[in-house]
């Protein structure tokens, strides 16, 4: 079956080091997105990509980085820059212009100590 | 301004009331979302819809394209409904999201 899968659904890891969250897709979908949401706040764009080897900056970005290597993967590294980690992170593709069709993993809750 | 404002943003609500939520949008769309998020944090997809409406189960879904609106209902509400219901629509190349209705069922 088609999806989109984030891994892994709970990471741990200590202050000032780089953490890589996971996101693929078999969809054939060319935009892929993530997003950051903290306790009692909304989903906010960090990156999003369109197409392969071309990302942009989404409203929170700094502290984060991406690549797009590939069509069916969009990694999120969260760097020691960022200052407040812990957050919940949910990856989304869809088809680019039409954007009738998203669809969503299931997310990755990052918790820094 | 967010361009998807959601409301309310709490509820509470007695087993088998009829719940409803709101969604308004200031872009234009071609379809718009309904997510559910569980405690726990996962996103379960519920509809994708472009006009009209939607039912899945107690859960019915409508929007109103020209207005700018859209709606979820859960009927006969159960304690296991309770969860975070969050409306996305996307406003040029992104999703933007809805801050979310937490909803709380009570026995």
């Known amino acids: 079956d088609g999806g989109i899968t984030q891994s892994p659904k709970y990471l741990f890891r200590k202050e000032g080091q780089n953490v890589t969250l996971s996101c693929e897709q078999n969809?054939?979908?060319?935009?892929m997105y993530w997003y950051r949401q903290d306790p009692g706040q909304g989903l906010r764009l960090i990156y999003y990509?369109?197409?392969?080897?071309?990302?942009q900056k989404g409203d929170i970005a700094e502290g984060y980085s991406v690549s797009r290597e590939k069509k069916e993967s969009f990694p999120l590294t969260v760097t020691s820059a960022q200052k407040n980690p812990t957050a919940f992170y949910l990856c989304?593709?869809?088809?680019?212009?039409?954007?009738?069709?998203?669809?969503f993993g299931q997310g990755t809750r990052l918790t820094v100590v | 301004k967010n361009e998807v404002e959601q409301s309310p943003q709490n509820l509470t609500a007695q087993e088998g009331e009829f719940i409803t939520i709101n969604c308004s949008y200031s872009v234009g769309i071609s379809a718009l979302h309904w997510l559910q998020q569980h405690p726990g944090g996962g996103i379960v997809s519920l509809f994708m819809?472009?006009?009209g409406k939607k039912k899945h189960g107690r859960l019915i879904a409508t929007i109103n394209i020209q207005e700018k609106h859209s709606s979820l209902h859960i009927t006969a509400s159960h304690p296991r409904d309770s969860a975070v219901y969050i409306c996305?629509?996307?406003?040029?190349?992104?999703?933007?999201f809805g801050g979310g209705t937490r909803v709380l069922v009570k026995p």
């Open positions: 990509s369109q197409i392969v080897n071309d990302f």
């Open positions: 969809l054939n979908h060319d935009a």
């Open positions: 996305a629509a996307p406003a040029g190349n992104k999703l933007t």
């Open positions: 819809l472009s006009s």
């Open positions: 989304a593709s869809s088809k680019v212009g039409a954007f009738v069709e998203a669809f």
